[in-house]
DNA sequence: CACTCGTTTCACAAAGTTGTGAAGACTGTG
DNA sequence: CACAGTCTTCACAACTTTGTGAAACGAGTG
C-alpha cells in the first residue's frame, strides 16, 4: 500500500518517460543503460538499490552494475552505501548533472583541436579548403566561448526567479 | 604535376584530419560515412566527384552515394551536374552548414517535450521525481533560447569583423 | 536506338554494440 | 570462520550498424 501523502505517479507513463528519455540520450552518443539507469533513478522520490533499478528496467544485476560504475565516475550518479545493509543506494547528485553535461562536456574542444590541425595542414586560409575549415573552427570557438558563460547565466536566472541554490561541498 | 599558384597541402595530413572530424562527428550520432564524404569535400580545394571523393577515401560507389544522399537532403553539400559529362560534382554551400546544425538541430526541443511528459507523468514539482524532471526541463528551455539567438550573435560578430556575410538565395 | 559511363539499389557479410547468465569476489554476521 | 547476500567480472549470444559487390538503372551520344 503506498504512502498516501503524496501522489502516486503513473508507472507506465513514468516508465514510457524514462525510456524516451533514455533514448533520446542514446541517439545523441550517451551510452543507452546508463541513461535509463540515469532517468530511472531520477524519477524516482526515493533513492534506489541495484536491484530495484534491475527490477525497475527489468534488467539484468550485470547491466546495472556496469551502468552505476560508468554514471558514478563522472559524478551522475551518487552511490551510497546502506546501513546495517550490504546494499547500496542511488540517487542523484545535489548539483544537476546536466548542467555539467552541456557546459563542461568540452565536445566543441575537440572540433576546434582537431580543426586546427586541419587548417594548418591545409596551410590556414591560402587554400580554399583551409579557408572554410578555419571558418568552421572559429564558429566552433565561437559556441564554446557562449557556452562556457552560460552556466553563469543560468544561475543568474534561477537566481533571479528566487530558487534556492545548493553549493558543491 | 600540381599548380603551384597555391601551396599544396600535405596529402597525409589532411586526410587525418578528414578522419578525425568525421569519427568526432560519428561519436554525436552522426552518419560515419556521411561526415566522412563532407569533410572530404570540404578540405578539397575545388568540388569533387563521386569517383574522387570514393577515391580519396578508399571507400565504394555505393557507400558514396548513400552519404551525398544523405546530406545533400539537408543541404550541407550541393550536387552540380558537370556539363559535357555525366558526372556530378559536388561542393560546399555557401551558407554554412554547421550554423544550422548547432542552432537548427532541436536537439533540446526533444529533451524538452519528453522532459514535460515526465513533468506530467511525475505529478510535476509534488513529488522529488517531478521536481528534479521539472529543473532539468527548465534548464534545456533555458539553453534551447540561448542558442536559438545565438546564430543572430555570431553573425553580429562577423559583421563587426569586416567579414563578408553571404545571403541565402 | 543501341552503347557507354556513371549512379543507384539491394542482399549480404563483416564488424561493432549491448546485455545476459554464470561464476567469482568481497563483506559483514552468526 | 563458514555462510549468505551483493556486487563485479567475463565469455558469449543476439542484435544493430555499416559498407561491399553485383546487378539494375538512366541519361547522353554516336
Chains 1, 2 share one sequence.
Request: glycine share 8%; net charge negative; proline share 7%.
Amino acid at each position: 500500500m503506498p504512502d498516501d501523502r503524496r501522489p502516486t505517479p503513473d508507472e507506465d507513463e513514468v516508465h514510457l518517460f524514462v525510456e524516451r528519455m533514455a533514448m533520446a540520450f542514446a541517439d545523441v552518443g550517451f551510452p543507452r543503460m546508463a541513461a535509463r539507469v540515469l532517468f530511472a533513478v531520477m524519477s524516482a522520490d526515493d533513492p534506489l538499490t541495484a536491484a530495484e533499478i534491475g527490477d525497475r528496467l527489468g534488467v539484468s544485476a550485470a547491466a546495472v552494475s556496469g551502468a552505476v560504475r560508468y554514471l558514478t565516475q563522472f559524478g551522475m550518479l551518487v552511490r551510497e552505501p546502506v546501513k546495517g545493509s550490504r546494499r547500496d543506494r542511488y540517487r542523484m547528485p545535489d548539483n544537476p548533472w546536466y548542467e555539467a553535461t552541456v557546459t563542461k562536456t568540452g565536445l566543441y574542444k575537440n572540433f576546434i583541436d582537431i580543426s586546427s590541425a586541419g587548417v594548418e595542414a591545409l596551410h590556414g586560409p591560402a587554400t580554399p579548403g583551409g579557408e572554410r575549415v578555419a571558418e568552421m573552427r572559429d564558429f566552433f570557438l565561437f559556441v564554446q566561448e557562449e557556452i562556457d558563460s552560460l552556466g553563469e547565466r543560468w544561475r543568474a536566472r534561477r537566481a533571479a526567479a528566487g530558487h534556492h541554490r545548493r553549493t558543491a561541498p
